[in-house]
Structure formats: C-alpha cells, structure tokens
C-alpha cells in the first residue's frame, strides 16, 4: 500500500506561480512512475506532467514550459513547480503514483485557483 498526500494548492493571480508537493509513504520502494493530474470542473481527469524512475518527464500540451515535474527521493515527495498560472489551470491536482505490476495510488487532490 502507497498513501500519497499533496499540498500546496491556492489562491493564486494570473501570471503567478505556486509549488505543489506530494508526500509518499508506505511501501514506497514498489513505486515505478509518479505523476500530475488535474480535474477542473465539469471536466474529465487529465495528465498534467509524468515522471519514471529514470527520471524521463513528459508534460501536456498545455502545461510545457510553465509547469516542472521533479522528485527528492530523501524525502518521498514529488514536486510540480507551476508558473505562468492561467484561469485555465484552475482544477483540483491529484498526485499519482504506480507500481511496477500496474497497480495506481491516487492522493485526495490539493485545489488550485488562478484569478484576479
């Protein structure tokens, strides 16, 4: 078992930038791949940024060079550095993590809103 706890989310203005964490513990050594996705409302679940344990990263679309995937490994938490915040990246971020056999871990989700 893998429990996932983000944090970090806000308010935030347009332009601005914010700093999600997510704190794994559990059996933390069966983790392969670690992730970022966002659901805004009335909107399906999507990938905001994908990190594998040999550090290759893949991002949206929509998220490529504003938003930064990274992991401390001394700590067990990964990291989305977000900046250039749009209206549009407002959502509720969940932390994903999967082991090597497929199963997923999912956090509760930290709330992210860009306004003015």
């Known amino acids: 078992q893998v429990q996932l706890v983000e944090s970090g989310g806000g308010l935030v203005q347009p332009g601005g930038s914010l700093r999600l964490s997510c704190a794994a513990s559990?059996?933390?050594?069966?983790?392969?791949?670690m992730g970022w996705y966002r659901q805004a409302p009335g909107k399906q679940r999507e990938l905001v940024a994908t990190?594998?344990?040999?550090?290759?990263?893949d991002y949206a679309d929509s998220v490529k060079g504003r938003f930064t995937i990274s992991r401390d490994n001394a700590k067990n938490t990964v990291y989305l550095q977000m900046n250039s915040l749009k209206p549009e990246d407002t959502a509720v971020y969940y932390c994903?993590?999967?082991?090597?056999?497929?199963?997923?871990?999912w956090g509760k989700g930290t709330l992210v809103t860009v306004s003015s």
């Open positions: 994903n993590a999967r082991e090597a056999d497929g199963m997923l871990y």
């Open positions: 559990g059996s933390i050594f069966s983790i392969n791949d």
């Open positions: 990190l594998n344990s040999g550090g290759s990263t």
